[in-house]
């Protein structure tokens, strides 16, 4: 990767080390030179890194005490002198000072850089794409699976517990992000972690969910009924299917990152709902369950080909509930191909 005028890059976010080498430990500093790189980390991954930087051209190297302080050490042998980045969003302060603490008086400048590799990452590859599209179909099976189980008198934490579950055993190494089930009021939240709440006739469900396959993840939203809905609530669902579909018309390679919420919200506020929809349209999907871009108001750059992103408007009324709806996308230049293909009709259970 490109260095700029730097003469080495520190890189220190463990998701940012996996897409740069592909390690997986949880102890791990990737050391990049314009002619090297070198993974430090220490002696309970001497075999693990061996295995996973085979082939790679990138050298293991074991190391004792901080990865921080190892890390100004292996460049002071080197006698680099110059600019050094590291990625400052990503370091904890403690860290940071033990870079300039090992450091030769003088010799190395620190240069704090936010998203070298994230920039990166927004475009993905064929592989990549073909581990998220697998996500995906992962989450849509198990999000069908249970739909029997959402009925009154099952807890929210229960059928949160029941959809990690079912996605480990079809071969998920884990959920994307803890399960959202949110019923009723608490709908109205849109991170509501599920709680022992017990399900209710006449009110609606969140379920928020993504599986982890292969390192990559999926986020799927469905909202159901439980019960024979109102023509309110049966206005509200139509109000968010339509901005989702204005969102998913907006998204194309070449677009502003902000045209599917531009689109989005013009639907809702159409309908009365502006100020009820109160997050972003939608974000980055990758090795991280959020990355870049984040589909919002004033993102003015072009959208990238080949970028997976959520499409997630909602609607949030306090006392009552939510509504949202969420599909994973990715972006071609004509438009974008849809991930996601579980039932997203309004549902009454």
């Known amino acids: 990767m490109a260095l700029g005028k730097a003469e080495a890059f520190l890189v220190t976010h463990l998701p940012?080390?996996?897409?740069?080498?592909?390690?997986?430990?949880?102890?791990?500093?990737?050391?990049?030179?314009?002619?090297?790189a070198t993974l430090l980390t220490d002696s309970r991954f001497t075999t693990q890194a061996k295995e996973e930087l085979k082939g790679t051209g990138v050298r293991p190297k074991i190391v004792k005490g901080p990865l921080a302080s190892a890390a100004a050490e292996e460049l002071a042998r080197r006698r680099l002198r110059g600019r050094v980045a590291f990625e400052g969003a990503r370091m904890t302060?403690?860290?940071?000072?033990?870079?300039?603490?090992?450091?030769?008086?003088?010799?190395?400048?620190?240069?704090?850089?936010t998203g070298w590799v994230e920039r990166l990452r927004r475009v993905k590859d064929a592989d990549e794409i073909e581990r998220i599209r697998a996500a995906a179909?992962?989450?849509?099976?198990?999000?069908?699976?249970?739909?029997?189980?959402i009925?009154?008198?099952?807890?929210?934490s229960d059928l949160a517990a029941e959809i990690e579950f079912r996605m480990r055993r079809r071969g998920a190494s884990g959920a994307a992000f803890e399960t959202i089930v949110a019923s009723g009021p608490r709908?109205?939240?849109?991170?509501?972690r599920p709680s022992a709440k017990v399900l209710q006739a006449n009110e609606l469900v969140v379920i928020d969910m993504g599986a982890i396959l292969r390192h990559y993840c999926s986020d799927i939203t469905r909202t159901v009924f439980l019960g024979h809905a109102s023509g309110k609530v049966r206005r509200w669902y139509r109000a968010v299917a339509e901005a989702q579909a204005a969102a998913c018309e907006a998204l194309r390679a070449g677009a502003p990152v902000e045209a599917p919420d531009v689109a989005a919200r013009r639907v809702l506020r159409g309908y009365g709902l502006a100020r009820a929809f109160v997050h972003s349209t939608g974000h980055g999907l990758g090795i991280e369950v959020h990355e870049e871009p984040r589909l919002g108001r004033g993102q003015l750059q072009p959208l990238d080909r080949s970028s997976v992103v959520t499409i997630e408007p909602g609607v949030y009324l306090e006392g009552i509930g939510g509504i949202r709806i969420e599909d994973d996308l990715l972006v071609l230049p004509g438009g974008a191909e849809m991930l996601t293909d579980a039932p997203r009709e309004f549902l009454e259970l």
Do not use: M
Request: net charge positive.
């Open 187 to 192: 709908g109205a939240l849109p991170h509501a």
């Open 16 to 36: 940012n080390v996996f897409y740069l080498c592909g390690f997986t430990g949880d102890a791990g500093a990737l050391l990049v030179e314009p002619d090297r």
């Open 137 to 149: 179909r992962l989450a849509c099976d198990v999000i069908v699976e249970v739909l029997p189980l």
């Open 93 to 113: 302060v403690v860290d940071a000072a033990r870079l300039r603490k090992a450091s030769p008086q003088g010799r190395l400048r620190w240069q704090p850089v």
């Open 151 to 156: 009925k009154p008198g099952v807890r929210e």
